[in-house]
């Protein structure tokens, strides 16, 4: 357990006035930015005049803000925020790794970056080897003469599986490689550069902005690497060019003041349901729970004060009774039927068919991915106690209790 890192504070403490002495800063409503001189044009460009505004696919002060609260989240010198999770994702693989290069990554990740692992990066000769990010050894075994970079997520999508970020860390210093973290389930609650990952992404549009009114993503590390990511040159950021909108970004920057509160109350619903659920003969996995394979390391890495998280998974046996579940929960004003995470309302789908679609049958079966398994991202519901009784319903009417 963390008991010195408060990254709640140090958000808290980031504080901008507006242009006007408003008490949100101003939103940077322009792509391009005017110089007096033609030679601080000229030093911005090549880098050597900091504090300058260029064009903002590079870098924009509504943008900066953001990444000031995400570095300040993360406990890192600098971060990039982009117009995804997969651009954020995308952009950090492709400033690491080029033709002939290899990854060691973990297999129960989310399916789109699978998919890019798997079906993308050949294209460029970037091989992966999938691994059971559990197993230190099979993870250390993976590691080849050319493999640049070791990827994880801290919770796995959609198995809730905890990777073990402090040793997984020292086989990636071991070998010299950047251990790159994917943190989207557990803001808050997990700090895994604090534990030596080099990198940590976030999909912005689950818990950190949490309204389910926009994508967005960010990277979170060192002033060097962010700086080679925006590099006019040859930057993986600047060349692809995932921008974040500035208008976006400020909406998200309004919804991080919530986040300590929102992760607080999400973690008590998932906990409470948890708890009764599998009182109720439920086959549920949740990383709150004793019976998580993973809850003692889980207490071992967490800022205590945020829980255990909103992610909850159901064993509904099989697909018919999961979706039969899932409609019936929807009909009875429980939640949606709809993919992602973090939202204010609670949201379940069926991995399986839906956001690990992109991993074949054969390997979510390897994996322990179920058909019948429907995911959870608890909402802040007031009165869990209601929802509970109305989801245990639902549970006996499909037969699953
Ligand atoms: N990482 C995780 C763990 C996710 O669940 C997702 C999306 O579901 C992403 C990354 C991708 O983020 P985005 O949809 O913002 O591109």
Redesign the pocket.
């Known amino acids: 357990m963390n008991t010195t890192f408060k990254p709640a504070d140090l958000m808290q403490d980031n504080q901008h006035f507006g242009e006007f002495g408003g008490v949100n800063p101003s939103i940077s409503d322009s792509a391009t930015y005017t110089f007096l001189h033609a030679q601080t044009m000229m030093d911005t460009f090549e880098g050597k005049q900091g504090g300058c505004y260029l064009y903002s696919r590079h870098s924009s002060p509504s943008n900066l803000y953001l990444c000031e609260a995400m570095a300040a989240m993360e406990g890192t010198e600098d971060a990039n925020v982009t117009g995804?999770?997969?651009?954020a994702?995308t952009t950090t693989i492709l400033q690491i790794c080029g033709a002939d290069d290899h990854i060691v990554s973990a297999r129960t990740?989310?399916g789109?970056?699978y998919a890019f692992l798997k079906n993308f990066l050949p294209k460029l000769n970037i091989k992966t080897t999938f691994v059971d990010i559990t197993s230190l050894a099979k993870v250390e075994a993976s590691i080849q003469s050319n493999t640049k970079m070791l990827y994880c997520?801290v919770m796995s999508?959609p198995l809730l599986e905890i990777a073990n970020i402090s040793e997984l860390a020292k086989i990636a210093r071991k070998h010299n490689i950047p251990l790159v973290v994917?943190n989207?389930?557990s803001p808050l609650i997990m700090s895994p550069f604090q534990m030596g990952a080099d990198i940590v992404?976030h999909?912005?549009?689950?818990f950190i902005n949490g309204m389910n009114d926009t994508?967005?993503?960010v990277v979170c590390a060192s002033k060097d690497f962010i700086s080679a990511t925006k590099n006019v040159n040859n930057g993986a950021a600047m060349l692809l060019g995932p921008t974040m909108d500035s208008f976006r970004s400020s909406s998200v920057l309004k919804n991080t003041h919530t986040l300590p509160v929102r992760m607080k109350k999400h973690s008590e619903n998932a906990m409470y349901i948890s708890e009764r659920l599998e009182k109720d003969g439920a086959r549920i996995v949740y990383p709150g729970l004793k019976s998580h394979k993973d809850h003692e390391l889980f207490k071992s890495m967490y800022n205590e004060e945020y829980g255990f998280g909103g992610m909850i998974t159901i064993d509904a046996g099989t697909l018919e009774t999961a979706d039969a579940f899932m409609e019936m929960m929807q009909d009875r004003k429980l939640g949606y039927l709809a993919?992602?995470?973090g939202f204010y309302k609670t949201l379940f789908n069926a991995p399986g068919t839906g956001?690990s679609s992109e991993v074949p049958l054969d390997e979510q079966k390897e994996m322990g991915l179920t058909q019948g398994l429907v995911r959870f991202s608890m909402g802040l519901d007031n009165n869990i106690e209601r929802t509970y009784q109305g989801i245990k319903q639902c549970m006996i009417e499909t037969g699953i209790i």
């Open positions: 995804s999770g997969m651009g994702i990740i989310y789109g970056t997520e999508n994917d989207t389930f992404i999909s912005l549009t689950k994508v967005g993503g993919v992602s995470l956001t």
